[in-house]
């Protein structure tokens, strides 16, 4: 099985690999791929550091989850394959808009170009904005690992 952008899916996450990855500056972990685990990992820490904190108050910042996409029986999340994260979902709630200022989504779009993500505040539909997600294939995420020097 895969999730939305092919990746592999299951709802064993031994058998994807899904792995706890510390983020940096914060006591959050993330349970994603291991493919993308520091892609993920690396993202959030530079989130917390330039956009908003993600380790104060509520626990609601999550990678892996085997589900379907809201309201798509036939379509299994990229949470499924563990390369796809939610951060701050309390603050940035499904279908809310314009949670973040201005400044912070120009910042936003910046790390997610820098780390070949996509995020649900640009969706077409119901926006996502506490939501990011892997849209490279792994060849493409192991180059951009090796091009960010990610360790």
């Known amino acids: 099985m895969k999730s939305q952008n092919g990746w592999p899916a299951s709802a064993d996450p031994n058998a994807i690999g899904i792995k706890a990855f510390p983020v940096a500056g914060t006591a959050i ?65 499904l279908g809310s808009e314009g949670t973040f200022t201005a400044e912070k989504v120009a910042v936003i779009h910046a790390l997610i170009k820098k780390y070949g993500l996509r995020w649900g505040g640009d969706y077409k539909g119901r926006k996502d904005e506490m939501h990011y997600e892997i849209i490279e294939t792994p060849e493409q995420v192991k180059a951009r690992i090796a091009k960010l020097n990610l360790k």
Request: aromatic fraction near 8%.
């Open 29 to 93: 972990k993330l349970r994603c791929a291991a493919g993308v685990g520091l892609i993920l990992a690396s993202f959030a820490a530079e989130f917390h550091a330039t956009v908003e904190p993600i380790d104060k108050g509520t626990l609601d910042d999550w990678g892996y989850a085997y589900r379907n996409v809201r309201n798509s029986p036939d379509d299994l999340s990229n949470h499924s394959s563990g390369t796809a994260i939610d951060i701050n979902a309390a603050h940035h709630s």
